[in-house]
Nanobody, 117 residues
């Protein structure tokens, strides 16, 4: 059973930085496309970034040039380095795993990121 455990959320001032981590277990990590999504209060969950096993990354336009997704296939972990944070980045951030070529997917429990002065 795939499990995803996020960490690293918290309160940060506008313009600040934060790094999220997601630990993956229960399957062969390199077979899964990993990603981060977020959901702000009253809004739908949206894609932030995804990364393939070969570390090809894709970003939402709203976070390009500010966020960086990465993965460590040896540690079964992905990261989201966030910089230049804005109030509109405030949301619960969810780790996501999708098995390549299938509809099989899993979600983490989410971690809160709050950007406020």
């Amino acid at each position: 059973q795939v499990q995803l455990v996020e960490s690293g959320g918290g309160l940060v001032q506008p313009g600040g930085s934060l790094k999220l981590s997601c630990a993956f277990s229960g399957s062969i990590f390199r077979l899964w496309v990993m990603g981060w999504y977020r959901q702000a209060p009253g809004k739908e969950r949206e894609l932030v970034a995804t990364i393939t096993s070969g570390s090809v990354a894709n970003y939402a336009d709203s976070v390009k040039d500010r966020f960086t997704i990465s993965r460590d296939n040896a540690q079964n972990t992905i990261y989201l380095q966030m910089s230049g944070l804005k109030a509109e980045d405030t949301a619960v951030y969810y780790c996501h795993a999708k098995y390549g070529g299938t509809l099989q997917q899993h979600w983490g429990q989410g971690t809160q990121v709050t950007v406020s002065s």
